[in-house]
């Protein structure tokens, strides 16, 4: 992947189409893991806590309502346009940020299935089927995420590579 332009509202990325193929695919099947409550304090009990972490916790089922119906629009709208070589998909800012969000819930969700691993390599963990789909869709968001992230500081910084 790289960014084939960049202008005023936004940016192109040329895709190869193996890579369209993948980026679509996690697209469609986001959100891939479950809402995974968040803990404000593993040992304050204060009511005010619970009450916080209710709250934490219905924002973030909110935001995450929002990313799918943002995922289903990135598949539409013509992002993906085909070419000889690959796709063109085409952003605007706020369309990157979403799918960086995106992109980012499916690594971290599939890390947290995993168990919060250290070590990220699967061959020296034993390995269910679930395991490894779990590990490949957090290298797979992971490969999208630094793809996108290293386009985006060469945009900012000329020169830089």
């Not at 084939?4 to 697209?27: F, I, M, P, T, V």
């Not at 916080?52 to 990135?74: D, F, G, I, P, V």
Request: overall charge negative.
């Amino acid at each position: 992947m790289k960014m084939a332009r960049q202008n005023k509202d936004g940016w192109q990325y040329h895709l190869n189409q193996r890579e369209a193929s993948c980026l679509r695919s996690l697209l469609q099947q986001f959100p891939i893991t479950a809402n995974v409550p968040a803990r404000i304090s593993r040992t304050d009990a204060d009511p005010k806590t619970v009450e916080r972490e209710k709250l934490l916790n219905e924002s973030l089922a909110e935001h995450r309502k929002e990313l799918k119906k943002q995922a289903a629009n990135l598949l539409g709208a013509g992002k993906f346009k085909r070419g000889e070589s690959g796709c063109l998909l085409t952003l605007n800012p706020e369309e990157r940020e979403i799918l960086l969000q995106i992109l980012n819930d499916i690594r971290i969700g599939s890390w947290h299935v995993l168990g919060e691993p250290e070590e990220l390599d699967p061959e020296t963990s034993p390995q269910t089927v679930k395991d490894l789909v779990f590990y490949n869709l957090m290298n797979l968001a992971g490969y999208f995420e630094a793809a996108f992230l290293h386009a985006f500081s060469s945009d900012t910084y000329p020169g830089h590579d």
